[in-house]
């Protein structure tokens, strides 16, 4: 799925960036806003300081996929409240 289509929700890639950088592969980012060149992303472990990405056209390909909040809230249910809390909203 493109991360156009990802707007608003919590995404995670499935394969490498430009074929070597693995990075959001294994910590789901929420999609705050993307445009044809760049894409802006909250990581899941920053959305309480509000630290956000901003990704180059080089990460706008199809290989995201939406990460639903079942999963974000099982993997931090224990011991991360204030991300379980952020997720909630």
């Known amino acids: 799925m493109f991360i ?24 789901p980012v929420k999609v705050i806003y993307c445009d044809d060149f760049n894409a802006v992303v ?20 199809d290989e995201w ?3 639903p909040k079942e999963i974000l809230n099982a993997r931090f249910s224990r011991g991360h409240t204030e991300i379980e809390q952020k997720i909630k909203e």
Do not use: F, Q
């Open 65 to 67: 996929r939406e990460c």
């Open 4 to 27: 156009k289509d990802l707007v608003g929700k919590y995404a995670i890639r499935t394969a490498p960036a430009l074929g070597r950088d693995y990075s959001y592969m294994d910590m």
């Open 42 to 61: 909250e990581p899941v472990e920053h959305c309480i300081d509000g630290w956000k990405s901003v990704l180059h056209v080089g990460w706008l390909d």
